[in-house]
């Protein structure tokens, strides 16, 4: 099998911002007037998932109204946040990205809120190596469909998604690509093409195909 594109999640496989995204949320929920706040734990296990997943899990009995201005106003907090960021971003993914970039289409893929993955190219520095990318955030549609609507607009022949996290997994199947594992992430799951334990070996992996 040989691909002729890569799209990569962002949270979980390219970096770890999970501890901003603590600080937006408490933000968001206190200005909003909720009496509760998130802690790391509870935000990592719901790195991947849908707004409308995240929402129901946190403030579960609000509205949907009350949710949907509850996530606004943590949107907000983020982009206000940006310049303050502190993410980890994982072992040798600028030099992977940019490595690969040179033999296969790079895409991005994140559930995230409209300009996410903006902020993840212009804080790593990788946006040269990026072909094409879709949030979540800009036309609400769920990874599946956007992957294929990836695949479409960039003419891709055999794509693979590489995620972190078992709804990664699914979705990838759901729209017929191949799924790569990378194990340092937010979760796991047992339906995968390949798996790596760091973004190196993976890299040299794909290099050497």
Known sequence: MKPDSLIFDMDGTLWDNVDSYVVVWNRGLTVKGFDKQVTRNELKGLMGKAPDVMLDTIVPGASRERQMELFDEVVAQYQQYVPDMKPRIFEGVYDG????????????????????????????????????????????????????????????TLPIYVGDTDSDAQSAKKAGLPFVLVTYGFGTTRDYWLKFDSFPELTEYFLGL
């Open 97 to 156: 990205l940019e490595f690969l970039s040179e033999k296969y289409k790079i895409l991005l893929l994140s559930n995230c809120e409209k300009d996410g993955l903006v902020n993840f190219m212009n804080h790593t520095r990788t946006r040269p190596f990026i072909t094409d990318y879709m949030e979540f955030g800009q036309n609400f549609k769920p990874k599946e469909f956007n992957m294929n609507l990836l695949k479409d607009r960039n003419h891709l």
